[in-house]
């Protein structure tokens, strides 16, 4: 096909604009792989990419969505051949390279996975970015020691990607799980997916934030960063642990050395975007496995159509779960 269907978003001087157009094969970046994308996925830094300053694209015009899954259509890397079914998140696709809001997509070979046994392509968007962050947390703080024995375990932003995905995962591995929300009708939701207790988000951002507080949790999973991350630090049981992957409270964490030299926490960065290729293949295996979390809980579809819909409301915060876009 020559002519496809793709969401772009482009900026001039004097306009902004983000809609779905027709483009064509020569409008596709380099890459030695060309994907029939069959899904994508809705991403808080999708959302960013289609308003005029969210400071995501670099060149215009540009074709969002940093998540992909769909079938080979033309290879020329030794891994891959055609009708092979594959997923595609990070190495800044949909950044700094065209993206999956689009029915065909070029890209590099080496940032590529082979799609797990165990998952079907609708899957693996409704796991996407978000659950590689949430599966390579838990897997991170699994090789720090946690083990459901060690005690609760917080997840922060817990109605949004990460954040319900993490629930789902844990609780499957059989740890008890608190979860934090600042959205009071979504409760039932948590509870559903595994959380034992739900708390306001009032209840783990502090005030008044001390440099330690009375122990709550073995460990957590926070992709909401600022002074919720603070807070969390101070009530970290002895040798815990928290793996942060965002900053949806912000970039700035007020607090002090505390809770690393006097309880031994530790503060696991995670990084989706430049995972290497090795264990990225390995979150992938547990994504199929033991990580695979309650999809038709979390995820709702939506068309290529619908996304200024889906990307106005992440920005808002007012998407729950995970939502796949189908392109096939």
């Not at 900026?11 to 069959?38: C, N, W, Y």
């Not at 390995?282 to 619908?306: F, S």
């Amino acid at each position: 096909m020559s002519a496809f269907q793709a969401f772009v978003v482009n900026k001039t001087e004097t306009e902004f604009t983000a809609g779905v157009q027709t483009i064509s094969m020569d409008d596709l970046p380099e890459g030695d792989v060309l994907v029939r994308v069959h899904y994508s996925s809705v991403n808080y830094k999708d959302g960013l990419a289609s308003i005029p300053d969210g400071k995501i694209v670099k060149t215009y015009p540009f074709v969002p969505g940093i998540d992909l899954a769909g079938v080979v259509v033309s290879s020329q890397h030794p891994r891959f051949r055609e009708g092979d079914e594959v997923v595609a998140t990070g190495y800044e696709i949909g950044v700094t390279h065209f993206g999956g809001y689009s029915e065909y997509a070029r890209l590099h070979g080496d940032w590529i996975v082979p799609l797990p046994k165990g998952l079907t392509l609708r899957e693996a968007m409704a796991i996407g970015t978000a659950g590689f962050t949430a599966a390579l947390s838990i897997h991170r703080l699994e090789e720090h020691g946690l083990t459901p024995e060690r005690g609760p375990v917080l997840v922060t932003g817990a109605t949004g990607g990460v954040g319900s995905l993490a629930v789902s995962m844990l609780a499957k591995r059989g740890y008890t799980v608190e979860a934090s929300t600042g959205k009071a009708a979504e409760h039932d939701y948590l509870r559903a997916l595994g959380a034992k207790e739900v708390l306001t988000r009032e209840d783990v951002t502090a005030e008044r934030i001390r440099p330690l507080d009375k122990q709550r949790w073995a460990a957590a999973v926070d992709p909401v960063g600022g002074r919720t991350l603070a807070t969390v630090l101070s009530r970290i049981r002895y040798g815990g642990a928290v793996a942060v992957s965002g900053l949806t409270g912000g970039a700035e964490v007020p607090t002090t050395v505390h809770p690393f030299i006097l309880r031994g926490v530790s503060l696991l960065g995670i990084d989706s975007v430049y995972c290497p290729m090795d264990l990225r293949l390995r979150i992938w295996e547990r994504l199929a496995g033991d990580l695979k979390p309650d999809l038709e809980r979390i995820a709702q579809e939506i068309t290529l159509h619908e996304l200024p819909w889906a990307l106005e409301r992440i920005l808002r915060g007012e998407l729950r779960g995970r939502t796949v876009v189908r392109l096939a």
